[in-house]
């Protein structure tokens, strides 16, 4: 399947200097390039290339985007930062049904195939379509939860399932109850946020896995995206928050995990 991308970043080349989309497909409209544009970041919450992020949120009625941010070189402006880089996959929903509504299993897919790659060339204005297999070659996670809260039995389940004899650490299966508690919260339409997990694209996996397929389909998040009013994900993971931060997110109905 194709889909639109588009990759946003800053830059002192063309008519607009400062971070805005550099590059895009032909598919992607002036509306949904405001939409991207306010969603994506020119900021990090921290200066560790290890640290990039997964994204999802609502493009449009028609379209659920997933990017991936990433750190790149120095900016060209005289502020001193690090530049930040999003690439930007943007799923129909039908293409988003054929991933189960998981944007981790698009991320991954990505990731896998090399389009969320930091791209070699920021100059290029007109992308070609991303191009991602017409089904995922990736499983989810295997959890009781999962096929309990879908109504879907173990013995139907399309992807592959864990082991029961499967033994999980103390941190994974820590991973997983916190997963499932923060699905309960998604499901009832609130806002959560998970902080001081190492790994929070591992726990972003979880919890989406423990989602109804339904509830993944409105389901916003980023894995370490720095607090903004403007992005007003549903989930947002950060590895540290100071006290300001947490009563900044309590503030935004952000429940603490």
Known sequence: MHLQQAVFTSSSRGPIRGYHIVGKSQGIDESLEQTLFRWSPSQMSSNDPANWTINCYPASQEYTAVSRTVLGGPEYSSRGGIQVVTIIALL???????????????????LAL?????????????????ELPDAPFIAEPSL????KR??????GEEHAAAPSSAVHTDEDSAQRVLAEQAADMVEQGKRVAIIGQQNPRRVAELLISNLSIDSRSRFSFTTGLPLASHRPFQAQFLQHADALTRRAMQAEGFHLL
């Open 92 to 110: 129909d929903q039908h293409q988003f049904s054929v991933y189960r509504n998981n944007a981790m299993l698009v991320a991954q897919s990505a």
């Open 150 to 155: 879908q109504g879907e039995s173990k013995a």
């Open 144 to 147: 009781q939860s999962v096929a």
């Open 114 to 130: 090399g389009w969320f790659r930091f791209p070699m060339d920021l100059d290029q204005q007109e992308l070609a379509t991303m």
